[in-house]
């Protein structure tokens, strides 16, 4: 990925088509890493060990898949990259509470 700021948080672009979790994320797409507060930078910065986790998260929240599926799916990339169980256990709990709190209806069975 190559960075590309875009007035404050750093922006990231794919420089080729990545597969992640069996997905194809295309040349070009642009992600700004994991949304973490910026008071918890030092301990979650926004791009480290779970970037290709983030990239295909923010892929499928922007292609819209269902906030719910795509967070399991950032979960199985950490796995898959061998993003420290803590720090994967830690980032989902809180990539499913923001996603709860901006979609709840994806995460509430119907």
């Known amino acids: 990925l190559k960075p590309k700021s875009v007035l404050?948080?750093?922006?990231?672009?794919t420089l080729g088509i990545e597969i992640i979790q069996g997905i194809e994320i295309p040349k070009g797409f642009i992600t700004?890493?994991?949304?973490?507060p910026r008071l918890l930078w030092p301990i979650l910065p926004p791009i480290s060990s779970y970037l290709e986790a983030t990239v295909?998260?923010?892929y499928l929240i922007d292609t819209g898949v269902n906030r719910?599926?795509?967070d399991k799916i950032f979960r199985l990339a950490c796995i898959e990259?061998?993003?420290t169980t803590t720090i994967t256990n830690v980032m989902f709990i809180c990539i499913v509470a923001y996603g709860f709190c901006k979609q709840p209806s994806h995460y509430l069975k119907k």
Not at 8 to 13: E, H, N, R
Not at 32 to 36: K, N
């Open 8 to 13: 404050g948080k750093a922006k990231y672009k």
């Open 32 to 36: 700004d890493g994991a949304t973490v």
């Open 56 to 58: 295909v998260h923010d």
């Open 68 to 70: 719910y599926e795509a």
């Open 81 to 83: 990259y061998d993003v």
